[in-house]
C-alpha cells in the first residue's frame, strides 16, 4: 500500500531544478536502495522476502516507434431529386491523444484493414428531407506524436492530452448543386510516429562500450556487467530513481562513417534524434574498429561530424560524455579532456573527413572504467542525467506552452 501511495506520488512529481538538488542520491545502487536487487538468501522471513521481491525491474523491449493506420472518411448519403432532399455529411476520422495510451494498444485494439467513420444517410421524406450525418470516428493515439501521410508530407503532432487532429474528412452528401450524387470519404494511410524513443540515447563507436554502459545504468550494482556481444538492433531499458522516477535508455549499434546514407543506419539515427539527452560513450585508448582505427579525439569528432550531417540541431541538445577505460595503459584521457577545452585549436589536427564545423556541448564528461562498479562516479552521472532532463524539460515546455491549441486541420475533399 505504501508503494503503491508512492508510486502514485511519483506519477504527479515534476521536479523543478532546484528540486534536483535536494534529492539524496544513494550510496549504493539506484535499485538496492528500491529493493528492487533480489533479496539475499539468507533473510528467511516469507513476509519480507515477497516484499521485497522485484517484479521485473528491466524491461527489454522491442522499439516500436510508429504504426501505420489506413483511414476513410464516411461515404456521404445519397441525395433525392424527386424529394429535392439532401444526403447527410460522411463522419470524419479523427486522432485523439490520449493518456495511457501506447502505439502497441492501438495496433491491437485496431487490427483491421481499413478503419472507417460512419457513412452519411439518404434523403428520405422525413425529417425536412436531411439525410442524417454520419458519426465522427475519433481513434485514441498516444500523447506526443507526429503523423505524416504515405508519401512522408507531415499532417500535424499531438503533443498534448485532448488535442485532437482530422486526418480523413466524410463524403458529401448528394445535393442540388452535386446533382444530388454523393462524394466518397477521404482515404489516408496514416503513419503515427513517437516523437520521443527513449530519455537517454547512448551512441558511440563500435566497440565503445555502450552496451555496459547501459548495463551499469540499469543494472543492480550489485551486479557486474555482464558479457556483451555485438550490438545489432537499438533497444531500450528502464532507469528508476529512489523516488520511482522513470527514465528510458537507448542502446543503439556503433555509429558508422556516413551512415545516414543507408538505410538502417537512418532508423538509428531517427532513434537517438527523438532522444531527449545524448550521452558519448567512448574508448580512452582509441577506437580499434576493424574499417577505421582512430584515437580518442578523432573517434569523438568522428560521432560529431555524422550527428552534425544527420541534424545539426541534435548538436545542441543536452550531452553527457563518458570515456571507459580511461585508467587503461595507452588512455589518452587527460589529453582527450585538454582537447575538449580548445577544440577549435585541435579540430585542424584530424583528418578532412572528420572536421564539423559545430560541436556537441557536453555538461558532464568523465572517465569510467566500465568493468568495475564506480559508485561514485555512477551516482554523479545518474544526478547530471536527472539534472539536465528536468532543466531541458522545463525550457523546452516554456517555448512550447503557447503554440499548444486544440488544432483542426481541414483539408480539401476534391
Ligand atoms: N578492458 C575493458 N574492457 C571493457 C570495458 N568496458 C567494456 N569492455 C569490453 O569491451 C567489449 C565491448 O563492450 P560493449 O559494451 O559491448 O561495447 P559496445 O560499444 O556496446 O559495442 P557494439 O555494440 O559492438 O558497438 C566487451 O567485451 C566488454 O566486456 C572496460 O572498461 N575495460
Ligand atoms: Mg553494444
Known amino acids: 500500500m505504501v508503494r503503491l501511495t508512492a508510486l502514485l506520488c511519483a506519477r504527479k512529481y515534476r521536479a523543478t531544478p532546484a528540486a534536483v538538488k535536494d534529492i539524496k542520491f544513494p550510496t549504493g545502487s539506484l535499485k538496492s536502495d528500491l529493493n528492487l536487487a533480489k533479496p539475499s538468501k539468507s533473510k528467511a522471513a516469507g513476509v519480507e522476502k515477497t516484499e521485497n521481491k522485484p517484479k521485473e525491474p528491466i524491461v527489454k523491449k522491442k522499439i516500436l516507434d510508429s504504426i501505420v493506420l489506413n483511414v476513410q472518411g464516411g461515404t456521404g448519403g445519397s441525395g433525392s431529386a424527386k424529394l429535392v432532399g439532401k444526403g447527410g455529411k460522411g463522419g ?38 436531411l439525410g442524417k450525418s454520419g458519426a465522427d470516428k475519433w481513434i485514441p493515439v498516444p500523447v506526443g506524436v507526429n503523423i505524416y501521410d504515405n508519401i512522408g508530407n507531415y499532417l500535424g503532432s499531438l503533443k ?11 463524403g458529401q452528401g448528394g445535393t442540388v448543386k452535386n446533382k444530388f450524387r454523393f462524394g466518397g470519404g477521404q482515404a489516408v494511410t496514416a503513419k503515427i510516429e513517437l516523437q520521443v524513443v527513449a530519455d537517454v540515447g547512448i551512441l558511440g563507436l563500435q566497440g565503445a562500450g555502450k552496451t555496459t554502459l547501459l548495463q551499469q545504468l540499469t543494472l543492480p550494482l550489485s551486479k557486474l556487467p555482464r558479457p556483451t556481444e555485438l550490438t545489432k538492433y537499438a533497444e531500450t531499458r528502464r532507469m528508476v530513481y529512489p523516488d520511482f522516477r522513470e527514465m528510458s535508455v537507448l542502446d543503439t549499434p556503433g555509429i558508422w562513417s556516413g551512415m545516414q546514407v543507408d538505410f538502417r543506419g537512418q532508423k538509428i539515427l531517427s532513434y537517438l534524434r527523438r532522444t531527449r539527452l545524448l550521452m558519448i560513450c567512448l ?56 582537447q575538449l577545452g580548445s577544440l577549435t585549436d585541435f579540430v585542424g589536427t584530424v583528418h578532412p573527413s572528420l572536421r564539423p564545423e559545430k560541436f556537441f556541448q557536453p555538461k558532464h564528461v568523465v572517465g569510467m572504467d566500465l568493468r568495475i562498479k564506480e559508485e ?20 523546452r515546455l516554456d517555448k512550447e506552452e503557447d503554440g499548444e491549441r486544440f488544432i483542426r486541420m481541414q483539408r480539401n475533399n476534391d
Open 283 to 338: 574508448d580512452a585508448t582509441g577506437s580499434k574498429s576493424p574499417k577505421r582505427k582512430l584515437n580518442l579525439f578523432e573517434s569523438y569528432m568522428c560521432l560529431n561530424k555524422e550527428i552534425e550531417e544527420y541534424n545539426a540541431k541534435m548538436l545542441e541538445r543536452p550531452t553527457v560524455v563518458v570515456v571507459n577505460k580511461y585508467n587503461q595503459d595507452g588512455s589518452q584521457f587527460e589529453l582527450f579532456q585538454e
Open 376 to 395: 561514485d562516479k555512477l551516482n554523479e552521472l545518474w544526478r547530471q542525467i536527472r539534472e539536465l532532463m528536468d532543466l531541458y524539460e522545463y525550457d
Open 160 to 170: 498534448k492530452e485532448n488535442s485532437a487532429l482530422l486526418i480523413a474528412k466524410g
Open 92 to 129: 470524419d476520422v479523427y486522432f485523439i491523444a490520449t493518456k495511457g495510451e501506447t502505439l502497441a494498444g492501438v495496433k491491437e485494439k485496431l487490427p483491421y484493414v481499413k478503419i472507417h467513420a460512419e457513412s452519411g444517410g439518404d434523403a428520405t421524406n422525413a425529417n425536412l428531407r
